[in-house]
């Protein structure tokens, strides 16, 4: 990874409100911010308008690539999916408001997914139609695996963005994810990194992974288990060039001020990056 890449998702300083969010990265270094949508719609609902957050983003010269907050619905009712799919859409156009090109999503699946045949081609299909409704926004979808009772691997993953065959539609990659499902060194192949089109950073706690919690055992960069060098090594290799945002879900992190937090973040990422 290369220094432009850096970006920090807010999630990773959730108790603090979005301008000391954005003071705290500007600070500690960071250019980049992927938002958990909480800290913006926190913001709008005092009264702020978007072009508040616009201002705020240009005082702190933050850039910002991305954000999540929930889910494409593909087997609830009607109405709910179109409940859903209207707020994947609102969201979209706020974030590209903001000037990003990306929102993290999961996915939902049956009671029993072996009563649906085909279950990965049924999600595609409502990925596909949900990506054509954002598209004018600019913003790619990316499924996240294990945000899923089906989608629990790379692999699986890959293969709804392949089905889906939309161009915004593509697939998250997590070294959290990745270590507590069945996903292997081997799927970060070429073929599959190809659909990857945004990367959170996080490391993980020494501890067997089906006995894991993909967030509550997270770790610093580099102060877990994982070998996070041959993972990043491994994707740009195959020519990922996206941006790897630190997202870290701590306590002792959110009880630190922003400041001292998001600087302990963008310290831990440094020695990843190519001089």
Not at 25 to 46: D, P, S
Not at 71 to 92: K, M, P, R, Y
Not at 109 to 136: C, E, H, L, M, Y
Not at 177 to 186: A, M
Request: with cysteine.
């Amino acid at each position: 990874m290369r220094l432009n890449q850096l970006a920090i998702n807010s999630v990773s300083t959730v108790n603090a409100n979005l301008e000391e969010c954005l003071a705290a990265y500007q600070q500690a270094g960071f250019r980049n911010v992927e938002y958990v949508l909480k800290h913006v719609k926190e913001y709008l609902a005092q009264g702020h308008t978007v072009d508040d957050v616009c201002a705020l983003q240009e005082k702190y010269q933050m850039h910002c690539i991305g954000g999540f907050e929930t889910g494409v619905e593909c087997f609830s009712s009607a109405e709910q999916q179109a409940t859903n799919h209207a707020l994947i859409l609102d969201n979209a156009r706020l974030l590209s408001r903001l000037g990003a090109t990306t929102m993290v999503v999961g996915t939902d699946g049956p009671a029993d997914p072996k009563s649906v045949p085909d279950v990965i081609a049924v999600i595609a299909k409502t990925f596909a139609q949900v990506a054509r409704q954002v598209k004018p926004t600019g913003i790619t979808l990316c499924l996240e695996f294990n945000w899923s009772p089906v989608v629990k691997s790379l692999r699986t993953a890959a293969e709804v963005a392949r089905k889906s065959r939309a161009s915004n539609v593509g697939v998250l990659f997590d070294p959290a994810h990745y270590y507590c499902t069945p996903t292997k060194f081997d799927q970060l192949n070429a073929q599959n990194i190809a659909l990857i089109r945004h990367v959170h950073v996080d490391d993980m706690n020494d501890k067997p992974s089906e006995l894991s919690n993909c967030n509550s055992d997270r770790a610093l960069p580099g102060h877990g288990c994982l070998d996070l060098k041959a993972i990043f090594g491994q994707l740009d290799r195959n020519s990922y060039r996206g941006y790897y945002s630190i997202e870290m879900f701590s306590d002792k992190l959110w009880a630190m001020p922003a400041r001292k937090a998001a600087r302990i973040m963008y310290d831990s990422l440094l020695p990843f990056v190519k001089r």
